[in-house]
């Protein structure tokens, strides 16, 4: 999970806005399978 907020604070100063914004929602996908799996 750090590595995914890592990987998109990278994409965001490198000024990749696209590649942020694809990995972020990649990264809220996750969470929300994670999540779900979780209980």
């Keep these: 999970c750090i590595n995914e907020h890592r990987r998109i604070y990278e994409a965001i100063m490198a000024g990749d806005s696209e590649?942020?914004?694809t990995m972020s929602a990649a990264h809220l996908?996750?969470?929300n399978h994670r999540l779900a799996?979780?209980?």
């Design 19 to 21: 590649k942020a914004r």
């Design 29 to 31: 996908q996750d969470a």
């Design 37 to 39: 799996t979780a209980s």
